[in-house]
Every structure is written in structure tokens, then in C-alpha cells.
């Protein structure tokens, strides 16, 4: 892996990593700061997308057009969409779709871009199992899964909504960031993954248990994310 893309939403979701890299050059572009240099020997770009899928497109489409990065790590936190997952586990994306897509009078599945063959955008499968590794060996007390992330404009709050997304789309956490990136990532035939820490239970609780459990959650991330681009 020449150069790794690593992308969060917010700064609490990469300070730590900016901290940990050296040879550091930084550039501006879209209003986003790229933090290029390294990262446990290996070569890194680490920028902060902002909050959003269209911020998230972009920026993973600056990765490629201007860092040419053999692939792109999106790191952060996010609601889970199942019983068994709880607060502070992890979830690495099999594939990433966006929930907020519904073009059904036309003929399109639940959440199928028009015009576009696939429903969801697959992660690569050498990412995955190196997230899962890392995960075990740094994160052993928690829980990991494997399982398709969804995306959306939108923070799940509340407990029907959240039924509606996991009835409709089968996924293991929700988040607002990572099917765009997997689309760009799709589109430039760049590998990706998403790997999220859990913060809370995307329904009632969310307000509530998110500033508790946000930090701890981001921490748990991090950990994971070094390991990976050691062992890459």
C-alpha cells in the first residue's frame, strides 16, 4: 500500500492521528485541510471531511485526483442498527448504501442511485479482514462486526425511523458519511472501508448517550486505525 487516505468527519475523529504523524505538509483545498506525511512508516493523507455525504464525496474525490492514494480508510463513529451491538463495539463495512436515496417510482430499489448498477458499494476484502485484526489485537474487550454501514443526511433519533432503515436496508450501524465515500471510492476503482465505533443506539437514547460515550468511542477508533496502517 503506497499512500492511505484517512478520512474523518469531525476533528475529534482525527486530532490524534495528526498528532501521531511526522514529515507533515498540509494543503487547503475545498475548504478542507489535507494532512499529508506519515503515519507508522507508512505514507498517509489524513484530512477532516466535514459532516455530510457531499462533503464526504469530495473530499474522497480530492484523494484521488490529487493524492492518487491506493486507498482510502474512513474512520468515526456511528449509531448501531442492531440489538447485539452496543455501545463502544465496532463495525467494519462489508458494503455501504445510502438509506436516504428513494427513486421507487421509477422503478429503482430503496436506496439504488438511478441510473447506476449497483445498490450498495462494496468494500475490499483485504481492508476488512486487516480492520478486523487490528481491531482484535488493540480493541479485545469489544465487540466487531462485519456488515453493511448506512448513510444518510440525517441523525438517527429516533426509534421508528430507526426500524424503518434496518426493516428496509439490513444494516449493522448508521452514519452520514460513508456510502458517499464508498461511491466516490467505487466511481475511481479505489479500495475503501469504513470502520465505526459505535456512540450510541440510534433511537430515543441517541441524544442522551451520545456526548457520554463519543469520546470513548473515538478513542477505540484510533487505536484501530494505527494498528492497520502499520500492518498494511
Known amino acids: 500500500m503506497n499512500k492511505i487516505g484517512i478520512i474523518g468527519a469531525m476533528d475529534e475523529e482525527i486530532i490524534k492521528l495528526k498528532e501521531l504523524m511526522k514529515d507533515v505538509t498540509v494543503a487547503v483545498k475545498a475548504s478542507m485541510e489535507f494532512h499529508a506525511g506519515t503515519l507508522e512508516g507508512k505514507d498517509v493523507v489524513v484530512v477532516r471531511s466535514g459532516i455530510g455525504k457531499v462533503n464526504a464525496a469530495v473530499c474522497t474525490q480530492i484523494l484521488a485526483d490529487d493524492y492518487h492514494v491506493d486507498a482510502v480508510v474512513n474512520t468515526g463513529i456511528a449509531g448501531s442498527l442492531r440489538q447485539e451491538i452496543n455501545i463502544g463495539d465496532i463495525v467494519i463495512s462489508t458494503d455501504t448504501l445510502q438509506h436516504d436515496v428513494d427513486a421507487r417510482a421509477f422503478g429503482y430499489a430503496?436506496?439504488?442511485?438511478?441510473?447506476?448498477?449497483?445498490?450498495?458499494?462494496?468494500?475490499?476484502?483485504?481492508?476488512?479482514?486487516?480492520?478486523?485484526?487490528?481491531?482484535?489485537?488493540?480493541?479485545?474487550?469489544?465487540?466487531?462486526?462485519?456488515?453493511?454501514?448506512?448513510?444518510?443526511?440525517?441523525?438517527?433519533?429516533?426509534?421508528?425511523?430507526?426500524?424503518?432503515?434496518?426493516?428496509?436496508?439490513?444494516?449493522?450501524?448508521?452514519?452520514?458519511?460513508?456510502?458517499?465515500?464508498?461511491?466516490?471510492?467505487?466511481?475511481?476503482?479505489?479500495?475503501?472501508?469504513?470502520?465505526?465505533?459505535?456512540?450510541?443506539?440510534?433511537?430515543?437514547?441517541?441524544?442522551?448517550?451520545?456526548?457520554?460515550?463519543e469520546r470513548h468511542a473515538i478513542e477505540n477508533g484510533v487505536r484501530l486505525v494505527v494498528h492497520m496502517v502499520r500492518n498494511l
Open 110 to 213: 430503496v436506496g439504488q442511485i438511478p441510473r447506476m448498477e449497483v445498490l450498495s458499494f462494496p468494500a475490499d476484502e483485504n481492508l476488512i479482514r486487516q480492520a478486523e485484526a487490528s481491531c482484535r489485537e488493540v480493541n479485545p474487550d469489544l465487540g466487531v462486526f462485519r456488515g453493511r454501514v448506512v448513510s444518510g443526511d440525517q441523525f438517527i433519533a429516533d426509534a421508528g425511523v430507526k426500524d424503518s432503515i434496518t426493516t428496509n436496508f439490513g444494516g449493522y450501524c448508521t452514519e452520514m458519511e460513508g456510502a458517499a465515500i464508498g461511491q466516490a471510492a467505487y466511481l475511481n476503482q479505489v479500495p475503501y472501508v469504513v470502520i465505526r465505533s459505535i456512540s450510541d443506539k440510534a433511537d430515543n437514547s441517541a441524544v442522551m448517550d451520545y456526548p457520554t460515550f
